[in-house]
Nanobody, 125 residues
Framework: QVQLAESGGGLVQAGGSLRLSCTAS???????MGWFRQAPGKEREFVAG??????????NYADSVKGRCTISRDNAKNTVYLQMNSLKPEDTAVYYC?????????????????WGQGTQVTVSS
């Protein structure tokens, strides 16, 4: 069982930056980790994922955030981060952290068994 808690969301102007954090309790090191987001009236979508170290810490990103976001993990702190730069109003959403027991950090929502409660990110124009 893994419990996840996100933090770091907030209100930022377009062009600004935020760093989201997600701290896990329970087994963490062998899980792939992902960030997803859900805007009002839209489906939850993949943002970024990172595999466990046994899979080379492979990272993958949605095309919409590629070049603007960086996912990283600190296994000593049981924490995964999402650094978001050059934020746009269309990045406004609730951001969720999720744990993938397969270790891959893939784009597939179905791969993730555990989810956090989410943190709101609002980007003003």
């Amino acid at each position: 069982q893994v419990q996840l808690a996100e933090s770091g969301g907030g209100l930022v102007q377009a062009g600004g930056s935020l760093r989201l954090s997600c701290t896990a309790s329970g087994p963490f090191n062998t899980y792939g980790m992902g960030w997803f987001r859900q805007a009002p009236g839209k489906e939850r979508e993949f943002v970024a994922g990172i595999s466990w170290i046994g899979n080379g810490l492979t990272r993958n990103y949605a095309d919409s955030v590629k070049g603007r976001c960086t996912i990283s993990r600190d296994n000593a702190k049981n924490t995964v981060y999402l650094q978001m730069n050059s934020l746009k109003p269309e990045d406004t959403a609730v951001y969720y952290c999720a744990a993938d027991p397969y270790g891959l950090g893939s784009e597939r929502k179905a791969s993730y068994d555990y989810w956090g409660q989410g943190t709101q990110v609002t980007v003003s124009s």
